[in-house]
């Protein structure tokens, strides 16, 4: 099997970009710039930890974490994200790194093709995103490591900065929201947890593809 098959339609949109980049990455205020610090060593010594020889970045955006990980990380790497516009900024910062358009919910490599499969900041965007772990799950022969905002904290911590009132701190573009234990049940159907992280507002979890175990949604469509 190279690829999902029988996959479910998709019946609920993920949501559209509303800029060609991540704001927070370009944001000067002192404590962005220190939740952005933390992000990235939380990222660093989750790799680090597992020494993978291959890392595939799921909706990777502009390149930033496969740009910051080579600073410190000799390691194969590529990513993949829906957007052009995106892949287009990735290529001009990081150009040596393959880029490719390609949707997270049809992944387009081969099953446990790559040891490590990261998804950062992205399931919270995401229509369908039992879809994109099974896609994870289908293609990482080893790892996966995935991040989303610790909710309510995010939307507290947004609120506190006096950002998205109206929408009750709610950044315009998450249509989905975890708390720690929700993204763990989330998590825990299709992988055997490893770790957990909470750095500031995110929740990071480390987990394993192991052998006896099964994607939920694969053994349906089976």
Request: proline share 5%; net charge negative; with cysteine.
């Amino acid at each position: 099997m190279n690829k999902a098959e029988n996959n479910p339609v998709h019946k609920r949109e993920s949501s559209e970009n509303l800029a060609a980049y991540q704001a927070k990455y370009h944001d000067s205020s002192w404590i962005v710039r220190y939740a952005n610090s933390l992000f990235f060593h939380t990222i660093y010594t989750f790799v680090d930890s597992i020494s993978p020889n291959r890392i595939l970045d799921v909706g990777c955006g502009e390149g930033m974490v496969l740009e910051q990980l080579r600073k410190h990380l000799f390691i194969p790497s590529l990513g993949i994200d829906l957007d052009p516009a995106r892949i287009h900024l990735a290529k001009d910062q990081a150009g040596d790194i393959p880029f490719i358009i390609a949707d997270a919910q049809e992944l387009p490599f081969g099953d446990n093709s790559i040891d490590l499969v990261t998804i950062l900041e992205v399931l919270e965007h995401v229509g369908e995103p039992e879809t994109v772990l099974q896609e994870a799950f289908r293609v990482t022969s080893k790892y996966l490591l995935a991040s989303v905002p610790n909710e309510p904290w995010w939307r507290l911590g947004n609120l506190a900065r006096l950002k998205y009132i109206r929408d009750l701190g709610n950044t315009p573009e998450h249509i989905n929201h975890w708390s720690v234990r929700s993204f763990k049940a989330l998590v825990s159907k299709h992988f055997r947890i490893i770790k957990i992280e909470t750095p500031l507002l995110w929740t990071f979890v480390l987990a394993e593809k192991i052998s006896d175990f099964q994607s939920p949604a694969l053994h349906r469509s089976s």
